[in-house]
């Protein structure tokens, strides 16, 4: 019986490699994905902390602005105080007694002082 012999130009190469797609999940492609969100995440807080910034400054401004408007009105309020201080000592005593040797509006200076501080 005659033996078998390989076909004439040899077998074909044997197929030992898997030709499939890499299975699970590709790290390279979660860490992109991260760095995009966190890129997007840290623009816009700095867009938030540059916003905040800006209306600090705008809120600071605003409040220098308002300083000559209040001072006006703690100076209306002080002088209708004293006028009417000088109404009430006028009708109490019968007389005005003059305590500065001017007419000038000085402002009166109060300091709170504890009862109990010793000297």
């Given at each position: 019986?005659?033996?078998?012999m ?21 790290a390279s ?5 991260v760095g995009?969100?966190m890129?997007?995440?840290?623009y ?9 910034n800006?209306?600090g400054?705008e ?8 300083i000559?408007?209040?001072?006006a009105?703690e100076?209306?309020d002080q ?12 009708e109490l005593l019968?007389s ?7 007419d ?8 709170a002082?504890?009862k109990?501080l010793?000297?």
């Amino acid at each position: 019986m005659p033996q078998d012999m390989p076909p004439t130009g040899g077998y074909e190469p044997v197929q030992y490699k898997r030709n499939l797609p890499a299975r699970g999940f590709r790290a390279s492609y979660y860490l992109i994905g991260v760095g995009l969100i966190m890129t997007y995440g840290f623009y816009r807080l700095g867009i938030g902390i540059r916003e905040r910034n800006e209306l600090g400054r705008e809120k600071m401004w605003s409040r220098i602005h308002l300083i000559p408007l209040l001072q006006a009105e703690e100076d209306r309020d002080q002088v209708r105080r004293y006028l009417a201080d000088k109404a009430r000592e006028k009708e109490l005593l019968g007389s005005e007694t003059k305590v500065y040797h001017s007419d000038r509006f000085v402002r009166p200076t109060f300091a709170a002082v504890p009862k109990d501080l010793t000297k």
